[in-house]
């Protein structure tokens, strides 16, 4: 008996953050934003679930940070300049360091908008992205990013477009400040230019919009993202050497939290493709996929994702003539 105890209290001791990890609650006000503390080093502040809007600013994906002795790497610096301050005081929290580096891991105005306050405060920061991010970037998608988060929040709020400025193809280990972070690619996924970034040290993957919790995947922004390519992008992230997952959006956590949004895309994938097969138009189809997703009926979204039907039903019917 005394050995079981013992063996119960050294297990308590020796996972102390996972229950950082999985017990996250999601904010549902600006003013509620926390910083949690994943592991000894990696910190994420979660975003409120939902649409930009002046009372969230914005801030409605999830911002992580890696400390070490040298300075602070942020990955994803939110949805506008000031969500970009808020996260540059929650760092303050915790460390005087400055901020070293940047990396936006998709083209998605919430993940890189940010980027406007962390150059502002460090002018000489590297920012990283995926080359093809940077390339649509520049060829004019900031500009529209910037005018879809003005006018749901304002100017004064969303602040100036400042690009990542460092090309990733993926496949990369960047040396920062003495420590490791691997990037990972395998092709057209969320979009055409997701980079999950890989925190050997402490076995942790931020997974851009790759993984996503709580919310019906990709449905904001279904025109850029291929669900065949997006299942095999979870596949590639759940055989990585890694513990913890901390996705653009909803709470981090383990393998449960990649293989929930594995599980949707795979359900709802095979369910327009069986009513395609029947002959169904994406219209006919709405109620039947809806009802097969029930399991995921308490996800944000879940009943408006007519649209995200159309697009699957539009890949699938592309797959026919490959």
Same mark, same amino acid.
């Given at each position: 008996?005394?050995?079981?105890?013992?063996?119960?209290?050294?297990?308590?001791?020796? &996972?102390?953050?996972?229950?950082?990890?999985?017990?996250?609650? %999601?904010?549902?006000?600006?003013?509620?934003?926390?910083?949690?503390? %994943?592991?000894?080093?990696?910190?994420?502040?979660?975003? %409120?679930?939902?649409?930009?809007?002046?009372?969230?600013?914005?801030?409605?994906?999830?911002? @992580?940070?890696?400390?070490?002795?040298? @300075?602070?790497?942020?990955?994803?610096?939110?949805?506008?300049?000031?969500? @970009?301050?808020?996260?540059?005081?929650?760092?303050?929290?915790?460390?005087?360091?400055?901020?070293?580096?940047?990396?936006?891991?998709?083209?998605? @105005?919430?993940?890189?908008?940010?980027?406007?306050?962390? #150059?502002?405060?460090?002018?000489?920061? #590297?920012?990283?992205?995926?080359? #093809?991010?940077?390339? #649509?970037?520049? &060829?004019?998608?900031a500009d529209q990013w910037v005018d879809i988060f003005t006018q749901a929040i304002d100017k004064s709020v969303v602040g100036k477009a400042v690009l990542p400025d460092t090309a990733l193809k993926g496949g990369e280990s960047i040396e920062i400040a003495g420590n490791t972070y691997n990037t990972h690619h395998t092709g057209h996924a969320h979009t055409d230019n997701d980079i999950m970034i890989e925190y050997p040290a402490e076995k942790a993957l931020f997974a851009g919009d790759i993984v996503i919790s709580g919310s019906v995947v990709s449905a904001a922004r279904p025109e850029d993202f291929s669900a065949k390519g997006q299942i095999a992008d979870l596949e590639y992230a759940l055989k990585l050497p890694v513990d913890t997952y901390v996705p653009g959006h909803g709470p981090t956590g383990g393998r449960e939290i990649p293989e929930a949004t594995k599980r949707f895309l795979e359900v709802f994938y095979e369910s327009v493709q069986t009513y395609y097969d029947e002959g169904l138009a994406d219209f006919e189809m709405r109620d039947k996929v809806v009802a097969d997703l029930k399991e995921f009926s308490d996800w944000s979204g879940y009943d408006g994702i007519g649209r995200l039907i159309s697009f699957v039903y539009q890949q699938i019917e592309a797959a026919e003539f490959e």
């Open positions: 008996m005394k050995k079981i105890l013992l063996m119960t209290i050294v297990c308590l001791l020796m &996972a102390p953050f996972s229950g950082y990890a999985h017990n996250i609650n %999601i904010p549902r006000d600006i003013k509620d934003l926390k910083l949690s503390k %994943i592991t000894d080093n990696i910190y994420v502040v979660h975003g %409120i679930q939902g649409m930009p809007d002046k009372s969230n600013k914005g801030f409605i994906s999830n911002s @992580g940070f890696v400390v070490s002795d040298k @300075g602070v790497v942020i990955i994803d610096s939110g949805g506008s300049m000031e969500v @970009g301050e808020m996260l540059l005081q929650k760092i303050a929290e915790v460390t005087d360091k400055p901020v070293i580096a940047v990396f936006n891991t998709h083209l998605h @105005g919430d993940h890189w908008l940010g980027n406007a306050a962390v #150059r502002k405060a460090y002018p000489k920061v #590297r920012i990283y992205a995926h080359e #093809r991010a940077i390339e #649509r970037l520049t &060829a004019g998608e």
